[in-house]
């Protein structure tokens, strides 16, 4: 499935009428999707349809018309004093059938489903008035145990909006593709189940971004053979460590180990290497220089060369000398490098003004894994203006700089500045020191069998499938980094099986 921002489905939906279909039909066939979800969600009971002055609201009034027409109770709350000709047309239909118009919810009648057909995606700022208040009441209604089915997106989400005033869905029904803002930033707080209603939208031939589902992932799995060893998967290098963060090195590490890559070595510095010997055995353990801080040292740095993979700036700490190994890698490692958390900090506060020359001079292929704020740190946004973009301020930048990048948020961007996949499995038990060490060492464990950009999205999609497995042993309250990591094996179970079988 596609994520298409609202621009780009404006776009299609324009493409779609060009080429002979009415905005009309395309209005029936989403009304018609509306009903049937609307039925699947409450086969008994009244409902009600919410409707703005949008093509939204159109499409709400012919989901309560044939709703009507299947010999449903519904209402309908329509109290615009704007509306667009399509929106009017399937009014008057409504009307002609009888129906009648309220212009407030009801507060005394008990409904099974409010379908919320209010404000779609052209919502600019806030919402304010009456249509504030409306959405309260159905937010209301849904404490009282009713139903919330959105269409499009929530009333009164968009992208941007700090703690926006909108629908909480039980589910929201994207009409012809899945919409950014219904996925991204606040909206998996508030969508409830995404799902997707095929209307006949043409797209445009161009690039867009991909919802990342487990049937693909599957098929991104490198293939393994009976006849086989531990040289047949390559080698993963993680340099990363400090006194200060132990566990970050432990944690990546373990997480590449369980990454189907056949050799691993964790390269820290000498005066907390004795505290690893026993915590990964099946890891080689390297110094990178004597002391308890990593400092740069070419000869060891050299003997990283020849792994298919490494990754780098785990619990480092932000030095010049940890700038100093990320401009090494760059400017002499061939293979592919995650650069992640220390190492991405330290380029940001040593290197910045280098970073054209060293990205697009680089010879390895780059996967870099920031959090928003690391991500406002490399780009020099706002971590406001990064959420207001959303998936083009990471397109953007993987762009300008010709490298992959894993924008890690409630959903996760993973773009290389032409293809895009937004990664939205997960839980919030993840927004917790260590998830992003988990995932580092997952990406390098998978590239080095396959390709950095692949490696990335599937790495990503891995990570946040084992978090999802190990939260119903753990709950999201407990969930720690190494839950997750103990669970890959079973994430990992579930993706090959699922390419077996469907």
Same mark, same amino acid.
């Given at each position: 499935m596609y994520v298409l921002t609202n621009e780009e489905m404006r776009e299609a939906d324009r493409y779609t009428i060009e080429s002979g279909t009415s905005a009309i039909e395309l209005m029936e066939r989403a009304g018609l999707a509306l009903a049937d979800e609307a039925e699947q969600m409450a086969p008994t009971g009244a409902i009600v349809c919410v409707c703005g002055g949008g093509n939204n609201g159109g499409d709400g009034f012919v989901c309560a018309r044939i709703l009507r027409e299947r010999r449903r109770e519904v209402d309908?709350?329509?109290f615009a004093e704007r509306a667009t000709k399509e929106c009017l047309f399937n009014k008057e239909k409504w009307e002609r059938m009888? =129906? &009648?118009?309220? #212009? @407030? *919810?009801?507060?005394? %009648? %008990?409904?099974?489903l409010a379908v919320d057909c209010l404000v779609g995606t052209g919502l600019r700022g806030g *919402?304010? =008035?009456k249509n504030a208040e409306t959405v309260e009441r159905m937010n209301a209604l849904k404490g009282q145990g009713v139903k919330i089915l959105s $269409?499009?997106?929530p009333s009164g989400l968009c992208a941007g909006e700090k703690e926006p005033c909108a629908v909480r869905a039980d589910v929201t029904l994207c009409i012809g593709e899945i919409k950014a803002d219904a996925v991204y930033g606040d909206g998996l707080d508030f969508s409830g189940r995404v799902k997707r209603a095929d209307i006949g939208i043409l797209l445009p031939e161009r690039e867009y971004a991909v919802l990342a589902e487990a049937k693909e992932m599957a098929g991104l799995l490198p293939l393994r053979k009976r006849n086989s060893h531990k040289g047949s998967y390559h080698r993963a290098a993680i340099v990363a460590g400090s006194i200060e963060y132990t566990g970050a090195a432990y944690l990546s590490a373990a997480a590449c180990l369980r990454s189907g890559v056949g050799y691993t070595a964790l390269f820290l510095p000498k005066g907390i290497l004795s505290s690893y010997i026993l915590k990964v055995p099946e890891v080689l353990l390297k110094s990178t220089n004597d002391g308890d801080r990593y400092a740069f040292n070419e000869e060891t740095m050299q003997e990283t060369l020849g792994y298919e993979s490494i990754a780098y700036g785990m619990g480092m700490g932000v030095s010049k000398e940890v700038a100093k190994g990320a401009i090494y890698l760059l400017q002499r490692y061939t293979g592919r490098l995650v650069l992640d958390a220390d190492g991405l900090n330290s380029l940001a506060a040593y290197e910045k003004e280098r970073f054209d020359s060293l990205f697009k001079n680089k010879k390895c292929d780059v996967v870099l894994t920031p959090h928003l704020k690391e991500f406002s740190r490399l780009s020099g946004k706002s971590v406001e203006e990064i959420v207001q973009e959303g998936m @083009?301020? $990471?397109? &953007?930048? $993987? $762009?300008?700089y010709r490298v992959n990048v894993v924008l890690k948020s409630a959903a996760v961007s993973v773009t290389d500045g032409r293809k895009t996949y937004l990664v939205t499995n997960g839980t919030s038990g993840q927004a917790k020191g260590g998830s992003g060490d988990v995932l580092s060492g997952v990406i390098a464990g998978l590239c080095a069998n396959t390709s950095a950009f692949f490696g990335a999205v599937l790495g990503t999609y891995l990570s946040q499938s084992a978090a999802e497995i190990a939260v119903e042993e753990s709950g999201e309250y407990s969930l720690t980094a190494s839950d997750c990591i103990d669970c890959l094996g079973a994430a990992f179970l579930k993706l090959t099986r #699922?390419?077996? @079988? &469907?």
């Open positions: 309908v709350v329509f009888d =129906g &009648e118009v309220v #212009s @407030f *919810l009801p507060k005394n %009648k %008990k409904y099974a *919402l304010q =008035g $269409a499009d997106i @083009f301020a $990471a397109r &953007e930048f $993987a $762009a300008r #699922s390419r077996k @079988f &469907e």
